[in-house]
């Protein structure tokens, strides 16, 4: 099979720990995707010889297919996150996707309210979705939730009021406490439940970011009463279950 590749079209720096890359395919043909979807970048070779391969959601809309934007968080240690940035403009990168089943499901979102919630570098994945065609005629029933820690800089509100530009629904933005906090968990559910205590139960999910807060926030939709099979969770971090006992509203 012959190599996919991604050119970088374009790069900027928008805050100390974060950047916004832009891609077109090599081959000039255009990119498909549904809003909300993903792509693994092959990175490079580390130390060891190990291909770093990291999955990026698609920050950018649907509607345009000649290029697309990713934005990346710079993690210091990061490997991806420290190579990406040194990149020059019209450096190519293998890569694989559209990734994402669950978004790329035609049959999802059904008809009904939805929420889309995303704690930390899952706001991509929430814009991706928001701006996507299949939500464009379904803002009006939707709700969007961005869990934040303070005084993170990876998309400042008014670079994402810029992202968002041109669509109604504006993410309601929520601070809690940092990724090794041991509230964070209870606070992200105390959010939840002042979110949904007026609104009726959402038909439709999609949580993306820390894997430890969103398993607890879909398990408590599914305690009330959103079916399990429309819920789409993406963890980019925190992937694993951890031995930390389950939180629940009461
Ligand atoms: C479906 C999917 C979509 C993703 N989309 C994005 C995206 O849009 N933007 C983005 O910046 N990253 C995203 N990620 C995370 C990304 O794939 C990499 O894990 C991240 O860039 C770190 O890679 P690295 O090689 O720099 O760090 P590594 O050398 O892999 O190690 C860094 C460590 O930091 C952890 N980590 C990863 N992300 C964070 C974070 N935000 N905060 C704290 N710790 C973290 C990793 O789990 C790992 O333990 C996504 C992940 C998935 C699975």
Same mark, same amino acid.
């Given at each position: 099979?012959?190599?996919?590749?991604?050119?970088?079209?374009?790069?900027?720096?928008?805050?100390?720990?974060?950047?916004?890359?832009?891609?077109?395919?090599?081959? &000039?043909?255009?990119?498909?995707?549904?809003?909300?979807?993903? $792509?693994?970048?092959?990175?490079?070779?580390?130390?060891?010889?190990?291909?770093?391969?990291?999955?990026?959601?698609?920050?950018?809309?649907?509607?345009?297919?000649?290029?697309?934007? $990713?934005?990346?968080?710079?993690?210091?240690?990061?490997?991806?996150?420290?190579?990406?940035?040194?990149?020059?403009?019209?450096?190519?990168?293998?890569?694989?996707?559209?990734?994402?089943?669950?978004?790329?499901?035609?049959?999802?979102? #059904?008809?009904?309210?939805?929420?889309?919630?995303?704690?930390?570098?899952?706001?991509?994945?929430?814009?991706?979705?928001?701006?996507?065609?299949?939500? =464009?005629?379904?803002?009006?029933?939707?709700?969007?939730?961005?869990?934040?820690?303070? &005084?993170?800089?990876?998309? =400042?509100?008014?670079?994402?009021?810029?992202?968002? #530009?041109?669509?109604?629904?504006?993410?309601?933005?929520?601070?809690?406490?940092?990724?090794?906090?041991?509230?964070?968990?209870?606070?992200?559910?105390?959010?939840?439940?002042? $979110?949904?205590?007026?609104? !009726?139960?959402?038909?439709?999910?999609?949580?993306?970011?820390? &894997?430890?807060?969103?398993?607890?926030?879909?398990?408590?939709?599914?305690?009330?009463?959103?079916?399990?099979?429309?819920?789409?969770?993406?963890?980019?971090?925190? !992937?694993?279950?951890?031995?930390?006992?389950?939180? #629940?509203?009461?």
């Amino acid at each position: 099979m012959s190599q996919k590749l991604l050119k970088l079209i374009h790069k900027e720096n928008i805050s100390a720990s974060s950047d916004i890359y832009s891609f077109k395919k090599s081959d &000039g043909s255009p990119f498909e995707f549904v809003g909300g979807q993903y $792509i693994i970048l092959n990175v490079g070779i580390d130390e060891d010889g190990k291909v770093i391969k990291r999955a990026y959601s698609i920050l950018s809309s649907d509607s345009k297919t000649d290029s697309f934007q $990713i934005c990346v968080k710079r993690l210091g240690t990061g490997k991806a996150s420290s190579i990406l940035p040194e990149l020059i403009l019209g450096s190519e990168l293998e890569y694989s996707g559209p990734w994402g089943k669950f978004v790329g499901d035609p049959t999802w979102p #059904s008809p009904g309210f939805s929420l889309i919630l995303a704690t930390d570098t899952g706001v991509t994945s929430l814009a991706g979705l928001l701006l996507s065609k299949k939500f =464009s005629d379904r803002l009006d029933s939707t709700i969007a939730v961005w869990l934040k820690t303070k &005084g993170e800089d990876f998309l =400042s509100e008014s670079e994402l009021a810029k992202i968002l #530009s041109g669509i109604s629904n504006f993410p309601n933005i929520f601070q809690i406490p940092p990724i090794s906090n041991q509230n964070r968990i209870s606070n992200a559910l105390e959010i939840l439940k002042s $979110i949904l205590g007026d609104c !009726t139960v959402p038909e439709n999910v999609f949580l993306s970011g820390d &894997g430890n807060v969103l398993r607890e926030v879909r398990s408590e939709l599914v305690r009330l009463g959103t079916l399990e099979s429309r819920i789409g969770m993406e963890a980019f971090f925190n !992937t694993q279950r951890n031995t930390s006992p389950a939180i #629940s509203l009461g």
